[in-house]
């Protein structure tokens, strides 16, 4: 079974530019979450998705935004980007099932990330 | 809020070494637990868990119990090899939420 895929790996950008980075989750996998990493701050969760709909939003500014397609595939975008926007992304799928409550949250599956340089 | 305190790193040792990596917490609910590793260049791996109180989590040698009453989980191994060189982090997950608290990560390095 093919794992959590993201593209692109690497990429350079300069300040004031947009990004928009994909994640394919594991087949049948219908929650998608995503990290930004950063020396500095470490990993700091941004969002979740699940059937097509934010669940949870991590403390990031409005630059930062994301949608779920129909095939559980997740976008993030990253608009006017700042030199601290510099960062892996991860993105991280589970079978979660339901939405809330007593949801059965699954295991996180983890893609290698995308790295994003701003210059 | 939710946060991982976890021991400042890096940390070096020699092979077949005894290795403990300090992880507490302070979480809202009763949380599950977890150990990811990260390996240079590449994404976390789930390395082990534990959903409860007293439980173990077990995988390649490493181990982590889940002691409720100092809000620990502490990374165990008894043996390292030079293969375990990576990046731990330890993580909370609150019932229902799939939002990961992470620690700040301790970079381990063994040599030969």
């Known amino acids: 079974k093919a794992g959590v895929t993201q593209t692109p790996r690497y990429l350079i950008k300069t300040r004031g530019q947009q990004v928009t980075l994909s994640c394919s989750p594991i087949?049948?996998?219908?929650?998608v979450s995503w990290y930004q990493q950063t020396p500095g701050q470490g990993l700091q969760f941004l969002f979740e998705?699940?059937?097509?709909?934010?669940?949870n939003k991590g403390n990031f500014p409005g630059r930062f935004s994301g949608r779920q397609f129909s095939n559980s595939r997740s976008e993030m975008n990253v608009s006017t980007l700042e030199l601290g926007d510099s960062a892996l992304y991860l993105c991280?799928?589970?079978?979660?099932?339901?939405?809330?409550?007593?949801?059965?949250?699954?295991?996180?599956?983890f893609g290698e990330g995308s790295r994003l340089t701003v210059l | 809020g939710d946060s991982v305190t976890q021991m400042e790193g890096p940390v070096t040792l020699s092979e077949e070494a005894f290795l403990t990596i300090n992880c507490t917490y302070t979480?809202?609910?009763?949380?599950?637990l977890f150990w990811y590793v990260q390996y240079p260049g590449e994404g976390l791996q789930l390395l082990l868990k534990?959903?409860?109180?007293?439980d173990k989590g077990s995988n390649k040698g490493f181990e982590a119990t889940y002691r409720k009453e100092t809000t620990s989980f502490h990374l165990e191994k008894g043996s390292v090899q030079v293969s375990d060189s990576a990046v731990y982090f330890c993580?909370?997950?609150?019932?229902?939420?799939?939002?990961?608290?992470f620690g700040t990560g301790t970079r381990l390095t063994i040599i030969p």
């Open positions: 993580a909370l997950r609150n019932f229902g939420n799939e939002k990961l608290t």
């Open positions: 534990a959903t409860k109180a007293d």
């Open positions: 979480a809202t609910g009763y949380p599950s």
């Open positions: 991280a799928s589970s079978s979660r099932l339901r939405t809330s409550g007593d949801a059965n949250t699954g295991e996180l599956f």
């Open positions: 087949s049948g996998h219908r929650s």
């Open positions: 998705y699940f059937s097509e709909t934010q669940r």
